[in-house]
């Protein structure tokens, strides 16, 4: 059975509090053998980064998400700055932009976004980005951001164009896939995901959201990261094994799991 990275879950979310520990138990007996739990706000990043100190194979990385920060409250962000000196934690985020929802003034995001990259420098941690319809935005950002050097960071559930991966791919980032490229209308998405560099790709459920094809319409789970895998190694003539090893590997490189521990 290969083993599998699921780079992007948010077993946080109260739709896992009836049965986490058999969502974290079904993924690991499918070869799941890492998940890093996703926050979006300062409460969900300490949910995070609690049930990473409960399960070995979970971590944490802690954020605001973009959608969230007009609503943070005073202490939140020092909370993040707090939180990401726990054990365990492995990335900054989820942080980026957003131009599809009108929660946070895009200003905002951008301030909320480079308050996010300054503290993956200070931390040395990589950081994990959410862009939705602001592919413009998010290149010039990270661009700017690449004047402290090259990027350490990973596109999740990329759904982006092929110039916009080059572009991050150019500046270092990695890019991760989640069920969106298993969908008949994700076949740009899919196409992207044949051409990113094998040694840059990285895949992702986002449960319990963006199902992919197979178990589509059910609540998202880590074990299905396998489902998506299988779709992108077919489509880049590859077996699962080696796709797995692949990503498996490149997830290692840039999360660095063996230095955290709880």
């Not at 300054?118 to 998010?138: I, S």
């Not at 998405?189 to 589509?216: I, N």
């Not at 489902?227 to 490149?250: F, H, M, P």
Request: aromatic share 8%; glycine share 6%.
């Amino acid at each position: 059975m290969p083993e599998l990275i699921d780079t992007h879950c948010h077993l946080n979310e109260e739709s896992f509090d009836v049965d986490r520990a058999d969502v974290v138990a079904r993924a690991e007996a499918a070869g799941v053998v890492t998940m890093i739990v996703i926050g979006t706000t300062a409460d969900t990043s300490r949910q995070a980064v609690e049930i990473a100190q409960q399960f070995r194979s979970v971590f944490a990385a802690v954020g605001i998400q973009p959608n969230y920060v007009a609503e943070s409250k005073v202490g939140d962000w020092e909370a993040i700055e707090e939180l990401a000196k726990q054990p365990k934690v492995v990335a900054i985020g989820e942080t980026g932009l957003d131009r599809y929802w009108n929660d946070t003034p895009i200003d905002a995001q951008v301030e909320s976004f480079q308050r996010h990259l300054a503290l993956a420098r200070r931390t040395g941690l990589p950081f994990v980005v959410h862009m939705r319809e602001c592919e413009a935005d998010m290149v010039t950002q990270l661009r700017l951001a690449s004047q402290h050097g090259l990027l350490h960071g990973v596109m999740h559930s990329f759904t982006g164009g092929w110039d916009t991966a080059q572009a991050c791919l150019e500046l270092g980032m990695y890019i991760s896939f989640a069920g969106m490229a298993t969908y008949k209308k994700g076949a740009n998405v899919l196409d992207v995901a044949t051409k990113v560099p094998l040694d840059r790709l990285l895949v992702e459920t986002d449960s319990p959201y963006l199902a992919p094809q197979p178990v589509r319409g059910r609540r998202n789970e880590p074990a299905n990261v396998a489902y998506t895998a299988e779709w992108i190694a077919k489509a880049r003539g590859l077996t699962l094994d080696e796709l797995a090893a692949a990503t498996t590997r490149n997830a290692r490189e840039l999360f660095r799991f063996e230095g955290a521990t709880g």
